[in-house]
């Protein structure tokens, strides 16, 4: 038979049953979309968790004083609690074979003031490891150094937001500010980094010198977090309960609870990684349902085809078609009105994304391979709920076809 | 060419059998003129649909130059169609919303190769029986008599040895009657076989043999026209 003839037939009878063909596309179209929407924000949710681990670092664990109970997803501190040291810190590097690097941090909101302007934000006091371990970045000026850390030094690195409202966008570097009381000098600015998962601005904030902040500026004794790096993902479990059990004997807590929160990477991303799949399973679920509903469209259309297009058929087996033209060409169809459906799908599917990322903050990724994965789905809806029309339309005697009402 | 051993069909309905033929033998020559005649429901159209390969007899047996039909397969039965026979029939059957060029291309689609030439001898076709300005008009936007003239020239397309033709007037005013049956002259002229079923004397009487069917038997008809 000849393939390209028969395509062009098959359009011919498309094109005749104008508005049948166009609800059945449209169908299809809808079902497509879903696809490739759920594609892509599957793949922004896989971004986000990149992000995630990017920004903490790799093979990270936290230790918070205190606990730290998980509110609507997001992290919540409970009180304020002064048993934790740096002396932990130096601690748990000391004794546990499988870390890399500590950096503990204490934090406060604190009253920051730039000739006439002035804003709180949070002042976060971090050893040089942080920059390291948390993947900090300096845009302009410098970093400080551990003799800066060691000597208390009044050095202040300042995030892209305190660019913005307090020094007005200016380059800040070289500048004194005043946070509280004390004089600093910004030495540098953070790159940008965004939102953390837990909603909070990581580029409206102040990096000073950890020791600074907790002899000059706080008066205090104790940090709030330990951010720990393990040499291999691996290992992540086993530092995890050394560092409880050197933690438990410093603090000396005998059969009293844990005055501290151990937070495991891989248990943080597992959790996302968990929601990510959730989203998935129920965007992909209604995809499924849709491409079904585009199939049995097929389907119906085929069918009520088949029965109304009998006198074709038997005419078509008068003048030679053997009974697989006649599936073959039923098969074509059906392949069209998918194909057609899932182009239109693809259209629609990418304009789709992209308002849901415009307008509903969703992260999500167009990709070219969620409009492969939609046209490649609906090419097999096609061709699965166009198998049974077509091979009952072949299955039709001549006679009976040309006999046919 | 076309031999028939003994035909029988019978439609079973329910606990009711209906015996259309009862055993018809007949045979019909290369490049005969031969009308099928009998009042309705006499098995005038089952008998030329199992003629042409298009229903099977319940027993008997069909062959054509020689061959035993009942022995091919599905395949070879499509082939047989699409090489040997053509095809008119009462209602036209014409694909509606197709031009008329596309309807006489159609069992070019289902033939061995696709000619290089396939429009062209599909104008031709339509100008053999005087269509050659209507070709590109839709099918329903043609008459009657024009829609009958395109499923003559479909069954033209593939050089058929023969013409099965089912009441191909019965639709039709005197006027276009008498045009199609000029054709149909003309083809027998030509060397092709016509078979043509009818209940219509008129029409009969074209042919150079009458097949009378009555009472599921068959017999030679005294009105034969042997010098036509």
Redesign the interface.
Known sequence: ??LT??IT?SF?ILT?HRLRTSLCISSMAVGVAAVIVMVSMGRGAQKRIMDMIHNMGTNLIVVNAGHVTLVGGREKQSAIVTTLRTGDADAIMDHCASVEEVAPETSRKMNVRWESENLMTNIIGVTPAAFRIRNIEIEMGRNFDSVENDTAGRAAIVGSVIVEKLFNGEDPVGHQIRIGLAPFEVVGVMKARGVDANGVDRDDRILIPLNTAIRRLMRITYVQKIHIQVASSRQLQRAEAEIRQLLRERHRLRDKPDDFTIQNQATLIQTERESARTLTLLVGSVAALSLLVGGIGILAVMLTACRERR??I????????????IRTQFLLESLIIAGLGGLFGAALGVFSTFLASALGGWTVIESWDAIGVGLMLSTVVGLVFGIFPASKASAL???EA?RAE | MIKTVNIEKTYVKGSVSTHVLRGITLSIDQGEYVAIMGTSGTGKTTLMNILGCLDKPTSGKLELDGVDVYKLNDDALSALRNKKFGFVFQQFFLLERTTALDNVLLPFIYADRYPADAIELAKKSLASVGLEYRIEYLASELSGGQQQRVAIARALINDPDVILADEPTGNLDSRSTDEILEIFSRLHKEGRTMVVVTHDQAVARYAQRILELKDGQVRESSVANPQK
């Open positions: 038979m000849k003839k028969t037939l011919k005749a006198k074709e038997g005419l078509r087996r008068a003048v030679g078609a053997r009974r697989r033209d005697e001549p006679i040309l």
